[in-house]
């Protein structure tokens, strides 16, 4: 099953308006992190935002948010007054600690194409 | 700060040849992390270091062996390279396993196997 699902292939947002980004997880571990990469075209990654399973609000990091639904399993980033230069694809994670050890997974990602 | 740095930056292979991917830190990170990545399929963990000494396997392991080499290096081998094995690789690291520590990740490495 997958750990960290992004249902949304692709989003299309005009440029100031604000969106949000999809993201479920799965886990039964009580102690988890989740994050936001963005890549740009140019292929590198880029961390945006953390939250934690145990953390009572949601994280903000300037423009962005992270809407944290912990019955829900959901973590979805919401990006307010949307720029040409968030165009990209990104990408949620989950840090999980299981048997082996503690590794981060990601979920397939969604690319934002933010128009003018 | 270099960060992260992976060698190369571009490789072609043919069928069968073998090749090490390097991979450095110098951040003084504990964990690092190998990842490929393939359109539609996202970043799949490919082996994983929690500490200097050692590694355990993430979830697509097959064809390839790695080694953490020192706190600062972690290697990812290609023995026998197959034309499957066309992906970008990524090596992250991160201070630690756990927490809110993010991993902070090389530019990649884009190989093609013919």
């Not at chain 1, 989950?94 to 979920?107: D, H, K, S, V, Y």
């Not at chain 2, 700060?1 to 003084?28: E, I, R, W, Y």
């Amino acid at each position: 099953a997958q750990k960290i699902t992004q249902t949304q292939p692709g989003m299309f947002v005009q440029e100031k308006e604000a969106v949000t980004l999809d993201c479920t997880y799965d886990t039964s571990d009580p102690s988890y992190g989740l994050f936001w990469y963005k890549q740009p075209s140019s292929g590198e990654m880029i961390f945006l935002i953390y939250q934690g399973s145990y953390d009572q609000q949601n994280a903000t990091e300037g423009r962005y948010s992270l809407n944290f639904q912990k019955a829900r399993k959901s973590a979805n980033l919401v990006i307010s007054a949307s720029q040409l230069g968030d165009s990209a694809m990104y990408f949620c994670a989950m840090r999980e600690t299981n048997q082996a050890g503690t590794a981060l997974i990601f979920g397939k990602g969604t690319t934002l194409s933010v128009s003018s | 700060n270099a960060g992260v740095t992976q060698t190369p930056k571009f490789q072609v292979l043919k069928t069968g040849q073998s090749m090490t991917l390097q991979c450095a830190q110098d951040m003084n990170h504990n964990s690092m992390y190998w990842y490929r990545q393939d359109p539609g399929m996202g970043l799949r963990l490919i082996y994983y270091s929690a500490s200097e000494g050692t590694t355990d396997k993430g979830e697509v392991p097959n064809g390839y062996n790695v080694s953490r080499l020192n706190k600062r290096e972690f290697s990812l081998r290609l023995e026998s390279a197959a034309p499957s094995q066309t992906s970008v690789y990524f090596c992250a690291s991160s201070e630690y396993a756990g927490g809110n520590t993010e991993a902070f990740f090389g530019q990649g490495t884009r190989l093609t196997v013919v």
